[in-house]
């Protein structure tokens, strides 16, 4: 497959509260520079980590401007601490009533 060829694309969102409690931050970071440096455009990391910048919070407006401004929306996963898992899945009800993302596009676990 060439740089050009990418059809699908991962988007990570990692938030931790801190480098040091964090897992896999490398692995993807490594993976981020490897894409970068061949040219591949099919994996973007995004990381927050709440207690070492002062990045905005991952709140319902958040992730309302996530998913309106994710071009090709397909799927969505979210995994973590239950507290985050509750915002998510608020956020994608008001999404759905919405008519933004579909029921089927969204995996909270």
Not at 19 to 26: E, K, N
Not at 63 to 78: D, F, N, P, R
Request: with cysteine.
């Amino acid at each position: 497959m060439s740089a050009d060829d990418n059809e699908f694309k991962l988007i990570l969102y990692v938030s931790f509260p801190n480098r040091d409690s964090s897992i896999a931050l490398d692995f993807f970071e490594n993976m981020q520079a490897h894409c970068k440096q061949f040219g591949y455009t099919n994996f973007e990391l995004v990381v927050r980590l709440s207690q070492e910048d002062s990045k905005r919070r991952w709140d319902i407006d958040f992730i309302k401007e996530i998913a309106v401004g994710t071009k090709g929306l397909q799927k969505m996963w979210v995994c973590g601490p239950p507290n985050l898992t509750e915002t998510f899945e608020k956020a994608f009800c008001q999404l759905q009533e919405d008519n933004v993302v579909t029921r089927s596009q969204v995996d909270v676990l």
